[in-house]
């Protein structure tokens, strides 16, 4: 057998015990941009191996071994993203307004940044501060910012995968906007 | 809904108008609302530079973010090797 062949061989078999030389940064990498955080995107890469290993007569080839990979780490990640939802925990400061007539509370009123949006928007510091505050939010909540800017899915695509409502994710939107922007008022007012 | 006098609808309209399209009833509704609210003008503002912001922080998050550990990296490719030999 020439060496063209044994590749094509090799290719449409996979080789699973160089997995972790070849892809395991990068398979780490994507987790982590999606999940923010260092522990699960470590256990999501190992149930990726593991499961691609259980199903590896499945790999035919047809996608390259990266790709493949790829695809079954989505899976698990959209499987935690979904058990995140199930239980949304919110640390601090749940009420914008009044309960009797929907009016902004006093203390949680709208007002200019200082120095302004604008002027901060060309800074470091902004997107520093906003990266902490979005370290507050539930874990659950974040995933459908990641869905729609990195996997650019629209609302009713993120609906499905993470097997929510609508009305249920406009009130994370909604929430989750509320809360980053208060949180950046107390940085910069 | 009646948002004319609620902040709290009001608010969720315009994260709902930055994302998808609203009926034109919402449209004159939020328009009335935002005449009249100081706050939520400012909210509107601040919300759809915050969604810039929010982009840029996404997208960026995938070339910063550094690999896997030396230790974690070993533990993982004695973990496949076990399973080959059970194979």
Redesign the interface.
């Given at each position: 057998m020439n060496t063209i062949e044994a590749n094509v061989v090799a290719e449409k078999t996979g080789h699973p015990e160089k997995w972790v030389d070849m892809y395991a940064d990068y398979l780490f990498c994507f987790a982590m941009t999606r999940v923010h955080d260092g522990e699960l995107a470590k256990d999501l890469v190992q149930e990726t191996f593991l499961a691609a290993l259980e199903k590896i007569g499945c790999f035919e080839g047809r996608s390259s071994e990266k790709t493949w990979l790829t695809g079954i780490l989505k899976n698990k990640i959209y499987d935690a993203y979904r058990r995140k939802l199930k239980n949304p925990v919110l640390a601090e400061g749940d009420r914008f307004f009044r309960e009797s007539d929907g009016h902004w509370l006093i203390e949680q009123r709208p007002e200019p940044f200082v120095p302004a949006m604008e002027k901060l928007m060309e800074t470091k510091e902004l997107q520093q501060s906003l990266q902490a505050c979005i370290k507050k939010l539930p874990a659950g909540w974040l995933a459908i910012f990641t869905l729609k800017h990195l996997e650019d899915q629209s609302s009713d695509a993120i609906c499905a995968t993470l097997k929510i409502s609508h009305s249920n994710f406009w009130v994370i939107i909604h929430r989750a906007k509320l809360h980053l922007r208060a949180c950046l008022q107390k940085k910069f007012n | 809904m009646h948002i004319k006098?609620?902040?709290?609808?009001a608010?969720?309209i315009i994260?709902?108008r930055e994302?998808?399209s609203i009926s034109l009833l919402k449209r004159l509704e939020l328009a009335v609302h935002l005449s009249g609210c100081k706050?939520?003008t400012?909210?509107a503002?601040?919300?759809r530079?915050?969604n810039?912001?929010?982009?840029?922080?996404?997208?960026q998050?995938?070339i910063s973010?550094p690999?896997?550990g030396r230790a974690?990296?070993k533990q993982?490719?004695q973990?496949?090797?076990d399973?080959?030999k059970n194979?």
């Open positions: - | 006098n609620n902040c709290r609808k608010t969720m994260e709902k994302v998808d706050e939520c400012i909210y503002v601040q919300s530079q915050l810039e912001v929010l982009r840029d922080i996404f997208l998050s995938t973010e690999g896997l974690a990296k993982l490719q973990l496949i090797n399973e080959l194979k």
